[in-house]
C-alpha cells in the first residue's frame, strides 16, 4: 500500500496550489480511510493541516490555515486533494498525506495507519 502526495512546488507569497494524494497498492480503496494533511517546515516537528472524514461530508484545519486551504476527495478517482490559496512564505514545509481506520475527523498523527512520501512546497516572498 502506498500513498503519493503530488503537485508542490515553488509559488510567490499569495498565489496557490493544489496538491494530491493517491493511493496505490493492492485493493487499497481510499473511501473507507479518513484523510489527513500534514506538513513538516525546516527545522521543525510535522504539523497537522487538515482532515476529511470518509465521505467528504465533514472537514477540519488547523487555525493557521482556516480559510485559506480547503480538502476535498473523489473516491471514484481514488484521490484526495489539498487546495492551498493565499499561500504565504510560513506555509513552505514538505507536506504529507495520511490515511485513517479510525472513524471520524483525526488530528493526532498517532491515529493515521499510512503515510505517503511527502511533496515540497515553497512559498517565496
Known amino acids: 500500500v502506498q500513498l503519493q502526495a503530488s503537485g508542490g512546488g515553488l509559488v510567490q507569497d499569495g498565489g496557490s496550489l493544489r496538491l494530491s494524494c493517491t493511493a496505490s497498492?493492492?485493493?487499497?480503496?481510499?473511501?473507507?480511510?479518513?484523510m489527513g494533511w500534514f506538513r513538516q517546515a525546516p527545522g521543525k516537528g510535522r504539523e497537522f493541516v487538515g482532515a476529511?472524514?470518509?465521505?467528504?461530508?465533514?472537514?477540519t484545519y488547523a487555525d493557521s490555515v482556516k480559510g485559506r486551504f480547503t480538502i476535498s476527495r473523489d473516491n471514484a478517482k481514488n484521490t484526495v486533494y489539498l487546495q492551498m490559496n493565499s499561500l504565504k512564505p510560513e506555509d513552505t514545509a514538505v507536506y504529507y498525506c495520511?490515511?485513517?481506520?479510525?472513524?471520524?475527523?483525526?488530528?493526532?498523527?498517532?491515529?493515521?495507519?499510512?503515510w505517503g512520501q511527502g511533496t515540497l512546497v515553497t512559498v517565496s516572498s
Open positions: 495520511a490515511a485513517s481506520t479510525t472513524y471520524g475527523l483525526q488530528i493526532g498523527q498517532s491515529t493515521y495507519d499510512y
Open positions: 497498492g493492492y485493493a487499497f480503496i481510499i473511501s473507507t480511510y479518513g
Open positions: 476529511i472524514t470518509r465521505t467528504g461530508a465533514k472537514t
